[in-house]
């Protein structure tokens, strides 16, 4: 794959951006209970503008883990419907960023199909990188995982 670049880590091991990027992902999922009622959601931006949005209610006896799989999922194929081919991605689950990019394997059999699934995506890339932010940093795609479950508690609550 031309032009893909290894993501670089500081003194502290924690992913930096490589560069400038037009395109950005953030990523979260929740977990009422962990495992409980979970949800995901993302964005894409595009030099600091939503331009896109999504939640996703994901199921019941969910891990946190495996909702924020699903978010940074979620994302990676959107970007891909949309073209994008270069991608600065974030997150803040220190676990799945560090898995995605290699500081960390994945021990958990639970969430080896996902990881399978986002290196998968990961690939279609031209350039993709990878760096953790801190929880206040992602609001937005924190407000949309939330969102997923409380739409689904509410439709529950109609029947």
């Not at 080896?112 to 699934?117: E, G, I, Q, R």
């Not at 890339?125 to 924190?142: G, L």
């Not at 995982?145 to 689904?152: M, V």
């Given at each position: 794959m031309i032009g893909k670049f290894s993501p670089k880590f500081n003194s502290a091991n924690k992913v930096c951006p490589v560069k400038d990027v037009d395109f950005k992902l953030q990523f979260d999922g929740c977990s009422k209970g962990n495992p409980g009622l979970a949800g995901a959601g993302a964005v894409i931006y595009r030099d600091s503008e939503e331009i896109w949005a999504s939640s996703l209610y994901i199921g019941e006896k969910i891990t946190n883990n495996h909702a924020e799989y699903?978010?940074?999922?979620?994302?990676?194929?959107?970007?891909?419907?949309?073209?994008?081919?270069?991608?600065?991605?974030?997150?803040?689950?220190?676990?799945?960023?560090?898995?995605?990019?290699?500081?960390?394997?994945?021990?958990?059999?639970?969430?080896?199909?996902?990881?399978?699934?986002?290196?998968?995506?990961?690939?279609?890339?031209?350039?993709?990188?990878?760096?953790?932010?801190?929880?206040?940093?992602?609001?937005?795609?924190?407000?949309?995982?939330?969102?997923?479950?409380?739409?689904?508690v509410e439709l529950q609550n109609q029947k």
């Open positions: 699903a978010g940074l999922i979620l994302g990676l194929e959107q970007a891909l419907k949309m073209n994008i081919k270069v991608l600065m991605v974030e997150g803040d689950s220190m676990l799945i960023i560090n898995q995605v990019t290699g500081l960390y394997k994945v021990k958990s059999p639970s969430l080896l199909n996902l990881y399978n699934k986002s290196k998968e995506l990961e690939g279609q890339f031209d350039e993709i990188y990878f760096t953790h932010i801190y929880r206040n940093k992602n609001s937005r795609a924190d407000e949309l995982s939330n969102i997923a479950i409380k739409e689904y």
